[in-house]
């Protein structure tokens, strides 16, 4: 077994005046969640690694 990569999780949150939730949307969307490198000889590549992809991403997605 040869893994060789990084595992990525987006996670958004709701602000509130009194605080943060967790955004479940965001956080159960398969899209916003994967694997990049190379993993039991399977070449994976995650799309959305820093904020403008994420950011692109959340504004075509969630209003």
Known sequence: ??????????YGYNYFSNGLSIN????EDQNLNGLNGEFNGEKLHFKY?????????LQSHYK
């Open 49 to 57: 690694k820093n904020a403008a992809e994420i950011k692109t991403y």
């Open 1 to 10: 077994e040869k893994i060789n990569g990084i595992a990525y999780q987006v």
């Open 24 to 27: 479940t949307s965001v956080k």
